[in-house]
């Protein structure tokens, strides 16, 4: 009986611990499913982020067309424009040998040996690929939304990126910065169809595949960047700035120790590859070997075959004094052997200087003194600290707290962002223009201090109080330790709340953040510039649509072959609205020709005859403000034209056209000043036409003032039109007499 009874208590052991066991394998496959049901939930929630950020990014770029129309913007988009038509209409081999005989007369262009082809073939691929799945779009639509496209798939590159540097919750955060930010959106508008559209997205595309390459040591990512760097070589000169940023990086992890297989193999793929890619690029051409910009990443490739080269002489030598002996004779004769090839292949002229545009980057006053038509560009012009708080918002202040993080947790991914945020911010403050270039960076950093700062405050916020025990409860525990747990759990609250505000603090600054961004957008950023608006007296919204107005009259009531002299600003806009050949465009790639228009502007009458008779003139453009109070107009252009023009031809003396120092129009200008061309040209007829209430015919809304010359008369020019707000006016040049 005892033995049965033993038996039957076993029995009843073993099967408790059967029915123990079950229970804990199902309670350990339904956690198991719980938490693979929370990761499902977690990238659900994350695709439906990026998807809603994604949708955002495009959506609030298309300010411009719900308010004006579905137009190209700006100056340099319609020679995009109509480079694109001729590739759809012609194919690629008649683009890619086009000689252009409507730009820059008698010179002429020739297109595929003086572009960046990568915009126009990607808007190209976009229709055929849409004409291919029977969708009836015209092709400047697809110019129209390319812009804000890309900045969707930049949102997504943004999102890898973060992920990549810093961790998800970062990406997530990058990705929505960036898909509002002011300083991205000033070019990816719905219209502005100009190269940095597609070439942002292709820089920061570049760089997150290369910090990918040194991350993982792979081949396979290295030649993505490479193939990157291939695409934004074709889409945008600023391809300058990532030859130049990753050999700097490289170089700092040279310094600080940090060589490894994966940063050689990352850096050798990507120049090698992307160099012969790069020289498929016909206005690239052998830049990359013969160019001073591209020395520096040259420089860095064979130092790092000096690195694996003495790598591998280490593991060979036992002997620590000898490899040290042989590490200073390898490094020294590298030096000196790379310094002599520099300054043999500079004096022979093998490797070209720098250009103007990259001396003005590490110069901001080259420009000014040297190439007065680089510093006439508003774009290039240094950037004031309203502009930076415009642009950025917010993320100026979170941008150094995330180099803080940065700092804090250094690695070879936060080293190259860090690298990227400091160089671009100082090249931003440069110029203008280089805020685009810093907006990417600017937006990474800061989102992650966002991420890094709402994570820790969640944790505290999250946090549960620990139960205050018993005082009876607590055996063998001393007073001290007491009332240091009393005074613990006394403070938790403290820190909870004062996390709370804080993450309503973190949450209201991006909420303004984002409103900032919206107003920015739909105020500032979506007027196209070819169709001005502004407010009437009773607040109503008044268009003025002159530009169109005159390069439709100019297709319309001028011969095919006529020949348009104006300032280069417009020469795009009308050989691609008015198809009319002109003298100069916004290519500005000859300064002499140019410099000859700023002549003939800044002549009397009868020189600037001369001069547009050498050069077959028949129609002058000239844009002119004083009528509506447009700022941006020839007169406000004219010292420009009298610094570039002086610059080639002596003659031309920016003094005689001020008095005091002073620019002047009303009646105590300077004589010559008052008999110029261009003054002529803008104030015609103007002195019988009052403009304001009170004001004396001829008054100047522009410039606030009354001209000094009322009686102008024309001898060698007639006006041919003029449009209904008189801001754009066209004069015919007059035949000579006849001789006989």
């Known amino acids: 009986m005892g033995a049965a009874k033993t038996e039957s208590q076993n029995a009843g052991s073993g099967s408790g611990s059967a029915l123990q066991s079950a229970s804990t394998s199902f309670f350990s496959l339904k956690s198991l499913n719980f938490k693979m049901k929370t990761k499902q939930q977690e990238l659900l929630l994350r695709v439906t982020i990026l998807g809603l950020v994604y949708v955002l990014a495009f959506i609030t770029r298309l300010f411009s067309v719900l ?34 005989s409507d730009s820059w007369y008698p010179l002429g262009r020739i297109i ?92 920061l595309l570049t760089f997150y595949l290369f910090v990918k390459a040194v991350n993982t040591g792979s081949l396979a990512w290295a030649s993505a960047s490479a193939f990157a760097y291939f695409y934004m070589v074709s889409a945008w000169g600023g391809y300058v700035f990532i030859i130049n940023l990753i050999p700097l990086y490289v170089l700092a992890l040279l310094i600080t120790g940090r060589y490894s297989m994966r940063l050689y193999i990352a850096y050798n793929c990507m120049y090698v590859l992307g160099m012969l890619l790069a020289m498929q690029i016909r206005f690239v051409g052998f830049q990359h070997v013969q160019s001073g910009e591209h020395m520096a990443a040259m420089g860095v490739f064979f130092l790092m075959q000096v690195f694996y080269f003495l790598d591998w002489v280490k593991h060979l030598l036992s002997d620590t004094k000898l490899f040290q002996a042989f590490l200073r004779i390898t490094v020294t004769s590298a030096v000196v052997v790379g310094a002599i090839a520099l300054g043999l292949g500079s004096a022979s002229g093998y490797i070209s200087p720098w250009t103007g545009r990259f001396y003005s980057l590490l110069d901001p006053t080259y420009a000014k003194d040297h190439i007065p038509i680089i510093a006439s560009v508003s774009e290039h012009q240094p950037t004031a600290w309203s502009s930076f708080m415009f642009d950025f918002h917010i993320l100026l202040f979170l941008f150094p707290a995330g180099l803080y993080f940065c700092f804090k947790r250094l690695s070879d991914a936060t080293i190259f962002i860090v690298m990227y945020g400091l160089t671009s911010m100082y090249f931003a403050g440069v110029m203008v223009r280089l805020i685009l270039v810093a907006t990417p960076a600017v937006c990474l950093i800061s989102a992650i201090a966002v991420s890094a700062t709402i994570k820790n405050l969640t944790v505290v916020a999250r946090a549960k109080n620990n139960k205050v025990a018993q005082t009876g409860s607590q055996k063998g525990s ?34 303004k953040y984002a409103t900032h961004c919206t107003w920015v957008t739909s105020e500032a950023y979506s007027s196209p510039s ?15 649509d002159d530009y169109r107005e005159a390069y439709f009259w100019l297709r319309q009531n001028t011969p095919p072959d006529a020949k348009v002299m104006s300032w280069w600003d417009y020469g795009y806009q009308i050989t691609a609205m008015g198809n009319r050949s002109v003298i100069v465009d916004n290519n500005t790639w000859n300064n002499t020709h140019i410099a000859t228009v700023g002549h003939a502007m800044s002549s009397y009458e009868d020189e600037a005859y001369e001069i547009m008779r050498s050069l077959d003139v028949d129609y002058v453009l000239v844009v002119f403000g004083g009528v509506t109070g447009y700022s941006s107009d020839d007169i406000n252009k004219f010292l420009w034209m009298v610094r570039i023009g002086g610059g080639v031809f002596p003659v031309i003396k920016e003094p005689d056209y001020l008095v005091n120092g002073e620019y002047r129009v009303d009646k105590g200008a300077a004589p010559k000043m008052l008999n110029c061309l261009m003054y002529k040209l803008s104030y015609y007829r103007f002195g019988e036409l009052t403009t304001e ?28 039109f003029t449009t209904s707000n008189w801001i754009v006016r066209i004069y015919k040049v007059k035949p000579p007499n006849n001789r006989w």
Not at 707 to 719: A, F, P, R, S, V
């Open 67 to 100: 308010r004006y129309e579905s137009m190209i913007h700006e100056f340099d988009p319609y020679f995009n424009y109509r480079t694109t038509l001729y590739l759809t209409e012609n194919g690629f081999y008649e683009f890619w040998n086009w000689f252009d």
């Open 112 to 203: 595929g040996g003086t572009l960046y082809p990568g915009l126009m073939v990607t808007a190209a691929v976009i229709y055929w690929l849409l004409r291919l799945l029977s969708f009836a779009v015209h092709i400047r639509e697809v110019c129209v939304l390319t812009a804000p496209f890309f900045a969707s798939n930049t949102t997504l590159v943004a999102y890898f990126f973060g992920k990549e540097i810093w961790d998800t919750g970062a990406g997530l955060v990058a990705a929505a910065l960036i898909a509002i930010c002011p300083g991205y959106i000033s070019r990816s508008v719905a219209g502005s169809y100009d190269n940095e559209g597609v070439a942002i997205f292709a820089l």
């Open 478 to 511: 001393t007073s001290s330790k007491g009332s240091s747990k009393g005074s613990l759990d006394q403070s938790q609250p403290f820190q909870r709340n004062g996390a709370i505000a804080l993450l309503l603090g973190a949450f209201y600054l991006l909420s």
């Open 530 to 544: 070819i169709v001005l608006a502004a407010r009437g007296a009773n607040g109503n919204r008044v268009i003025f």
């Open 693 to 720: 209430y009170g004001r004396p015919p001829g008054y100047d809304r522009a410039r606030g003032v009354e001209i000094g010359n009322k009686d102008i008369k024309l001898e060698y020019l007639e006006e041919a």
